[in-house]
């Protein structure tokens, strides 16, 4: 699987934006973009994905770079509940190496001020 | 609630005895995933099952553990003679049928494992 490289952390202020980089040089064209968070003491949870075009849903934003090399996680305002480790995460659209597990790099650790 | 459940949620154990742990997908889920986190880490694939079926096992799962899908719905796994080095959350996440490359997993809220 390509590899993701992501900041160790960042720091937000309470109901600012907050973009979170990713790089994936190595993507290719059958990758899809995953982003999942794991608040403290929770399991992973789902959080958007995208393949070449710019997804919104109810949580976040997904900006994917033209040349796909690069990827933004955009929370619109950060609440405190947000604070969590974010894990940008590529997966084939089709290769079923292991009913396409997920490989997690370290993530950023979002950390939100008051 | 319908989301994937674990059991149980804390564990400590002294080092050498047995410990099982039990997974519930989500029902209409026939994939079912296991995973392994150390503190300040991702979590780290184990193995996974498609059905009652295992169909892959990552080289982290030494010969001390077994994993089982009786039925092809909840899990178990077992580690046997644990290591103070087993200390660790163990996550089990499950997903539908389908490409896996688009279809999000929904984790549980994980298992953490304390050997004494």
């Known amino acids: 699987d390509a590899k993701t490289t992501q900041p160790n952390s960042m720091e937000s202020n309470e109901e600012e934006p907050v973009h979170l980089p990713c790089n994936h040089s190595t993507i290719s064209g059958t990758d899809y973009i995953h982003w999942y968070r794991q608040l403290p003491s929770q399991g992973p949870e789902y959080v958007i994905h995208?393949?070449?075009s710019n997804v919104n849903n109810r949580m976040a934003s997904l900006a994917i770079a033209e040349d796909r090399k690069s990827s933004t996680l955009i929370l619109h305002r950060a609440t405190l509940r947000d604070a969590a480790v974010y894990y940008c995460i590529l997966r084939d659209r089709f290769y079923n190496n292991a009913g396409n597990m997920l490989t997690f790099g370290g993530g950023t650790r979002l950390m939100v001020k008051p | 609630d319908t989301g994937v459940s674990q059991d149980p949620r804390h564990k400590i154990t002294k080092r050498g005895q047995n410990v099982t742990f039990r997974c519930d997908p989500i029902s209409e889920h026939n994939r079912l995933y296991w995973y392994r986190q150390t503190l300040g880490q991702g979590p780290e694939f184990l193995t996974y099952f498609q059905n009652e079926a295992q169909l892959e096992k990552s080289r982290l799962l030494s010969d001390r553990f077994s994993a089982e899908r009786p039925k092809g719905s909840f899990s178990t796994l077992e580690i046997q003679r644990t290591e103070q080095g087993d200390s660790a959350m163990y996550l089990c996440a499950s997903r539908g049928p389908g490409a896996g490359g688009e279809n999000e997993q929904f984790f549980g809220p994980g298992t953490r494992l304390t050997v004494l």
């Open positions: 995208g393949l070449t």
